[in-house]
C-alpha cells in the first residue's frame, strides 16, 4: 500500500522491527552509551529522513551513525559526517546553517530532503544484503511520495547499489564524481563523508563541494 505523506511513512519507520539483528544493536548503544554522552538520553529507535517534501534534492547516505543519529535522532547530526554535511549543504544554499548538532538546533533543509538506505545504525557501520533490501521497500516509498525530486545525491556505493537495484539501474558504476541521467532525474556519486575518507584525503573538501555544488548547478538551470 503506497503511503502519500512523509509523516505517516516516518511514523512507520520509526516503529520498524523487521530486522531483529539491528533492532537489538541500536537498544544496545542507547543503554550503554559512550562515555562523552554519558548523560544524554538516547534516541536508539529507527530513523526516517528529514527536509523539505517538495524538495528538488534528495541525499542518500549509508545509515545513521550509532552515536550520530542514533543518539540525536536525526540523519547526519551530531557526528563528523554531519559537520561535513550540514556545512556543504549550508554553502550551496539547501540549509538554513552550518552545523547540525541536535534536534532542536535549528538547523532545516531548503529544497533537499536527506535519507539513508538503512534506517538503523547497523553494527560497524556495515548492514548484511538481507538487512539492506528489508529496509529498501522504505527508500521505495520515500521516492514515490517525493515526487519532486531531480537530482540525487548518493553518498558511498551502499547507497549507490540500493538505488541502482530499486531503479533498475543497468551499466553504472559507483565512483565518485559520476553523472547520469535516469528516468528525468541526474544522479550524483560522491564517497561518504565518514572520518575514513575524510582524515585519509580519500575525499576532499574540494571533491565533496563540488559535487553540491553541482546539484544547486543542475538545479538553477
Given at each position: 500500500m503506497r503511503i502519500r505523506s512523509i509523516s505517516k511513512l516516518?511514523?512507520?519507520?520509526?516503529?520498524?522491527?523487521?530486522?531483529?539483528?539491528l533492532a537489538a544493536y541500536i537498544r544496545k548503544v542507547a543503554a550503554e552509551k559512550v562515555k562523552r554522552y554519558r548523560h544524554e538520553k538516547y534516541w536508539?529507535?529507527?530513523?526516517?529522513?528529514?527536509?523539505?517534501?517538495?524538495?528538488?534534492?534528495?541525499?542518500?547516505?549509508?545509515?545513521?551513525?550509532?552515536?550520530?543519529?542514533?543518539?540525536?535522532?536525526?540523519?547526519?547530526?551530531?557526528?563528523?559526517?554531519?559537520?561535513?554535511?550540514?556545512?556543504?549543504?549550508?554553502?550551496?544554499?539547501?540549509?538554513?546553517?552550518?552545523?547540525?548538532t541536535h534536534i532542536d538546533d535549528g538547523f532545516s533543509?531548503?529544497?533537499?530532503?536527506?535519507?539513508?538506505?538503512?534506517?538503523?545504525?547497523?553494527?560497524?557501520?556495515?548492514?548484511?544484503?538481507?538487512?539492506?533490501?528489508?529496509?529498501?521497500?522504505?527508500?521505495?516509498?520515500?521516492?514515490?511520495?517525493?515526487?519532486?525530486?531531480?537530482?540525487?545525491?548518493?553518498?558511498?556505493?551502499?547507497?549507490?547499489?540500493t538505488l541502482k537495484q530499486l531503479l533498475g539501474i543497468k551499466y553504472q558504476k559507483f565512483f565518485h564524481g559520476n553523472k547520469f541521467s535516469f528516468n528525468n532525474k541526474i544522479i550524483l556519486c560522491s564517497y561518504h563523508p565518514s572520518r575514513q575518507n575524510t582524515q585519509t584525503g580519500r575525499l576532499t573538501w574540494d571533491q565533496w563541494n563540488k559535487i553540491f555544488l553541482q546539484a544547486k548547478t543542475l538545479l538553477n538551470d
Open positions: 516516518n511514523k512507520q519507520i520509526i516503529k520498524c522491527q523487521k530486522c531483529p539483528r536508539g529507535r529507527p530513523l526516517g529522513g528529514f527536509g523539505d517534501p517538495n524538495a528538488k534534492l534528495l541525499v542518500i547516505g549509508l545509515a545513521p551513525a550509532a552515536h550520530g543519529g542514533n543518539r540525536t535522532g536525526r540523519m547526519f547530526t551530531g557526528d563528523s559526517s554531519g559537520d561535513w554535511v550540514a556545512r556543504v549543504l549550508f554553502g550551496n544554499g539547501f540549509a538554513t546553517k552550518a552545523t547540525s533543509l531548503i529544497n533537499a530532503y536527506i535519507t539513508a538506505a538503512v534506517k538503523c545504525a547497523p553494527p560497524d557501520n556495515k548492514p548484511t544484503k538481507q538487512e539492506i533490501s528489508t529496509c529498501s521497500e522504505y527508500l521505495v516509498q520515500e521516492l514515490l511520495v517525493l515526487e519532486n525530486v531531480k537530482v540525487i545525491v548518493c553518498l558511498g556505493k551502499i547507497a549507490f547499489d
